[in-house]
């Protein structure tokens, strides 16, 4: 029997994206319900993005990083077509969030302690609760520098902004999140010496 | 040093990432209880979502969706792929009967008559079907003038923003009657729009720019063509669309495209090179 050659070259195809992008699955998942908050999206967006790479996998230089690649693609779908439908949460008026950060800053370097290992009896739930609600731009860089790995290049790169402002940002979101972590932990009886409720944002 | 740049260098240094040269971190954050708390925030904040930050993994519902798709995809590209090697196996085939020595006269006229009635069939290239594209009423012959017009700077765009939604809303304004694609691209700039008017029809078209390169866009709702009449396209061009990703081919020193997305048809003229475009527009807009 004739060997058909065009089988044989998707089958090649296949072959490569199977073992290059489809590892991927679960890291895009992940990130793209993050950034959505609902899992219709997620699933929309990831079919999108991997029917896209794989249409344009002959395009994907072999060696490079194909989940930066990936991530590309699934930005550029989650801006063009699902950002519109998707719910922002609430504005975060960084100017309180810094003064809240200061008051605890004062008062824990003066009592000499510093709430971390309180932190470690939040829910995995809670954690991820106070990731969501990060703005968008802060969100995008915890997730890709601390969930996902990615240097400060790849993001800024993903983002497209400077590296500077990858830095920027990325301190400004973990303080976002200490302030939002240290209210958990001070409603549920964690902190220690505070006086609850009266250091709220 | 002002403190802030200091702060945001303790980040960058828990991230192992490159900090200033004039900080000695090791030193300086055990000396200050200021540096110090900034550090164990910045630390204990990494560490708490890398460890207790949900990771959803895919489902695997839609991990096999995915690749039931593309395995789909893959198999409609070798049928069709299949399909048009038998069209051209049979004509060969056609051929070697009909040159036979006895028939070679009669072999040859008949092989001309086959080969012009296999051309129309279809399997003509995108370069050639664009040649067949004429008269005032066609999309592409529309879509190349538009483009020389815009370069000879008698085409200017009506609206100019690089804001997509902006450009969309002025085609929703101007009486744009289906809903338009303006995407905005990180390698190119988006320049504006403009609505033209075919039998009472406005139609949407949009610019973008990049380093003296110019994409034009022209896109038309798919009814326009099959049911209305209010533009033309040649039958085995919209056949070979559908069939299509999109079509591709440099013709006089331009670059035309064409594709289909959400129920419209779309034509792309622009004086970048056929690689170019691939990699930097179209495989960011499809």
Redesign the interface.
């Known amino acids: 029997m004739k060997e ?1 050659k ?2 044989t070259e ?2 090649k ?2 072959k490569e ?1 199977e073992d290059e992008a ?1 590892p991927h ?2 890291a ?3 990130f793209a ?2 950034m959505s908050g609902d899992s219709d999206v997620a ?1 929309d967006l ?2 999108d993005t ?3 790479a ?3 996998f002959d ?1 994907f230089e072999k060696g490079t990083n194909c989940k930066a690649w990936l991530f590309r ?1 699934l930005k ?1 779908s989650y ?2 077509e699902f950002r ?1 439908s998707s719910r922002e949460p609430d504005k975060v008026d960084y100017e309180d969030v810094q003064n809240f950060y200061e008051t605890i ?1 004062s008062s ?2 003066s009592s000499n302690h ?1 709430v ?1 290992d309180e ?2 009896k ?1 829910l ?2 809670e ?2 609760e106070a ?1 969501t609600k990060l703005p968008e731009d802060f969100r995008t860089v ?1 997730i890709l ?3 996902e790995g990615f ?2 290049e790849e993001i800024a790169e993903f983002v ?1 902004i400077p590296v ?1 402002t990858v ?2 940002r ?2 400004r979101a ?2 976002m ?2 302030t939002k ?1 240290y209210d958990y932990a001070n409603d549920r009886g964690f902190v220690k010496n505070s006086d609850k409720g009266k250091n709220k944002i | 040093m002002k403190k802030d740049i200091i702060y945001e260098n303790i980040t960058a240094y828990v991230d192992g990432e490159k900090t200033d040269e004039k900080l000695n971190f090791e030193s300086d954050i055990k000396s200050n209880k200021d540096f110090e708390f900034e550090y164990r925030v910045q630390s204990s904040v990494k560490r708490i979502v890398a460890s207790k930050g949900i990771f959803t993994p895919c489902p695997e519902y839609l991990k096999e969706r995915i690749k039931k798709e593309i395995r789909e995809v893959i198999i409609n590209n070798v049928n069709r792929t299949n399909e048009d090697t038998n069209k051209k196996l049979s004509l060969s085939d056609l051929l070697k009967i009909i040159f036979k020595p006895q028939l070679a006269l009669a072999g040859a006229f008949i092989a001309v008559i086959l080969m012009f009635l296999f051309s129309s069939d279809g399997n003509k290239n995108f370069a050639e079907l664009i040649e067949l594209q004429l008269g005032n009423k066609n999309m592409l012959f529309q879509a190349r003038s538009n483009f020389e017009n815009i370069l000879a700077g008698k085409l200017k765009p009506q609206i100019i923003s690089a804001n997509s939604e902006i450009i969309k809303n002025y085609f929703r304004q101007s009486g744009v009657n289906y809903s338009s694609e303006v995407t905005e691209c990180k390698n190119w700039n988006l320049l504006g729009g403009v609505v033209s008017e075919e039998n009472g029809v406005k139609l949407a078209h949009h610019v973008y720019e990049k380093d003296g390169m110019l994409i034009y866009i022209y896109q038309a709702k798919k009814d326009y063509f099959l049911n209305d009449k209010i533009l033309f396209l040649s039958s085995d061009l919209i056949e070979k669309i559908e069939e299509s990703n999109y079509l591709i081919c440099e013709k006089e020193y331009k670059t035309i495209a064409t594709w289909e997305k959400s129920g419209n048809i779309f034509v792309l003229v622009s004086n970048s090179p056929v690689k170019t475009l691939e990699d930097t527009f179209l495989s960011n807009i499809l």
């Open positions: 058909n065009y089988e998707s089958e195809l296949y994206f489809l699955m679960d895009i998942y992940n319900l993050k699933d990831v079919q991997f029917m896209k794989f249409r344009f395009k693609i550029n801006i063009n519109k800053k824990e370097i510093i971390e932190f470690s939040l995995d739930d954690i991820t990731i915890i520098s601390d969930i240097t400060y497209d500077g830095r920027s990325l301190h973990r303080k999140l200490y972590l």
